[in-house]
């Protein structure tokens, strides 16, 4: 069976930063924070962390009520960052609903808010009569795919995977291999995620949760500083179109970066806290599925989400196996964590930056841990000449996931 | 309640939920074909007008027979009838 190269035509991004790659890049550019006290955290009896990094200024409306009923907020944002990646890659209504484009999204948990309204109806009386036909549609485990195909049309193959914050990573890496292995010509990929008190709670239980930086919330999170504290939760969708090279070439597709390489591995040692040999041998795994070595790459986009350990156990595993040679960076201080959507939202950022050449240094890195030492952290903007970059997840349960992706040069 | 107010209550509160076009809302408006509804609306239908009216009618045989906004208009204002009697 022959391998196929894929690229990325286009993609779409509903962040903390704003609607769209273009404010989300701005964003990031300009150093800007989308963390901000949520005053409904301080209702909840025992929830430590105040802080969150929300979508702003969404319009559910836009979407007709057709597709909206069975819609989450999720599914809105995914709805919405699809219009923008199907319109930036130019794909046409015959190829979005002729069978050669696939969907494959997921969330963490679907949907929280749907969830909870569902459980309040039925615990109020214990009974099912008020709990109406299209709230299902929301929480099921496939939500957010069903509903992309549903609003778009589309009549490829639907995935739905879900590995908390390895989940956007893992989407594009499984869309990836569709492609490669000729299944499916294009894929919509990506994560997407909507706050809940809970979920900030299952990591403050955790004690994984920033809580020191309620009076100050744009300082936090601080991957790999000295006073990091915790992650921030955060929202937000992102979505690539991946595509055959060959597809994208007859169509005459704008091609933003080539996938060269994806890997992921499970790290049974521990539930919670990643251990640096599985991340470095998943990091290692993915430079051997591209076939190239650790010199190669360019540019680390971490994982590094303002943790004790998680952060620790990264930049072990980097400077194991890139020493201090690559430079590496966070985009949690920026966004927060938007968990199932971090891989997808921080590799269309990571793209960007190596079509434009430029490092977006960890916001609110000041001094760095000396327990992440040894890896190369930049604290101000770098440019550079970047070729081939490294995004990173790993997710609570023991996951990891790393995709390589590389600048497209027409002539290659 | 009068049969207008009963009528009214039905279509506010569809107009409402389906996000409706009030100019639409006439008796022989079919709910497929005209007000765009589905079978996933015609269940929320159900939940709809039992919330409203307070009364059981998910099990009644003749809600299957509705096509038209004028059919809900009838069935809702015999149901009460009944109950009244």
Redesign the interface.
């Known amino acids: 069976m022959g391998v196929r190269r894929v690229v990325v035509t286009g993609y779409g991004a509903v962040s903390p930063l704003g609607r769209g790659v273009k404010a989300m890049m701005e964003g990031l550019f300009a150093r800007k924070s989308g963390v901000r006290l949520v005053p409904a955290l301080a209702g909840v009896k025992g929830l430590r962390t105040q802080v969150a990094a929300l979508v702003q200024g969404v319009d559910p409306q836009e979407i007709p ?2 597709y909206r ?1 069975a819609m989450s907020s999720h599914s809105v944002f995914a709805a919405l960052a699809a219009q923008e990646a199907l319109e930036s890659a130019g794909v046409s209504r015959e190829i979005r609903t002729g069978g050669r484009l696939g969907v494959c999204i997921g969330t963490t948990v679907s949907s929280p808010i749907a969830t909870e309204e569902c459980y309040r109806l039925y615990l109020k009386e214990l009974g099912v ?6 709230l299902f549609f929301q929480i099921m485990n496939h939500s957010c795919a069903s509903n992309l195909v549903q609003c778009l049309g589309i009549t490829g193959r639907v995935l739905s995977p879900s590995a908390a914050c390895s989940t956007g990573n893992q989407a594009i890496g499984y869309g990836y291999e569709q492609i490669a292995f000729g299944k499916q010509d294009l894929m919509l990929c990506g994560g997407s995620e909507e706050f809940h008190p809970l979920t900030a709670a299952t990591f403050d239980i955790l004690g994984a949760a920033s809580v020191h930086f309620n009076d100050r919330p744009a300082q936090t999170p601080r991957p790999f500083d000295r006073d990091r504290d915790g992650m921030v939760c955060a929202e937000g969708c992102g979505l690539l179109l991946l595509e055959s090279l060959e597809s994208a070439q007859k169509r005459e597709a704008p091609i933003l970066a080539e996938i060269i390489g994806y890997a992921t591995n499970a790290d049974p040692l521990n539930l919670a806290d990643p251990h640096e040999d599985s991340i470095e041998a998943c990091m290692r795994l993915v430079l051997k599925e591209a076939g190239i070595s650790e010199k190669e790459v360019d540019y680390i986009n971490a994982h590094a989400t303002g943790t004790l350990q998680g952060d620790t156990a990264e930049a072990r595993a980097i400077a194991k196996v890139f020493g201090d040679a690559v430079p590496v960076s966070s985009l949690k201080g920026h966004l927060g964590h938007t968990l199932a959507a971090s891989g997808a939202l921080e590799a269309i950022a990571t793209i960007e930056m190596l079509r434009r050449g430029k490092v977006i240094p960890t916001l609110n890195l000041e001094h760095v841990d000396p327990s992440c030492a040894g890896i190369k952290v930049p604290t101000a903007p770098e440019e550079r000449l970047l070729t081939v970059a490294l995004k990173n997840n790993f997710a609570l349960g023991g996951v990891n996931s790393c995709t390589l992706f590389r600048r497209f040069v027409h002539d290659r | 309640m009068t049969d207008e107010k009963v009528i009214e209550i039905i279509n506010t509160a569809m107009v409402e939920e389906f996000e409706l076009d009030p100019e639409k809302m006439v008796p022989e408006a079919l709910l497929y074909e005209d007000l765009e509804l589905d079978s996933l609306d015609r269940v929320d239908t159900v939940i709809l007008l039992e919330k409203a009216f307070k009364f059981k009618i998910r099990e009644e045989e003749a809600i299957r027979e509705i096509r038209t906004l004028g059919d809900i208009h009838r069935f809702v204002i015999e149901k009460l009838r009944s109950l009244k009697a």
């Open positions: 009520r057709k009923r009569e008020d709990i109406k036909g299209t």
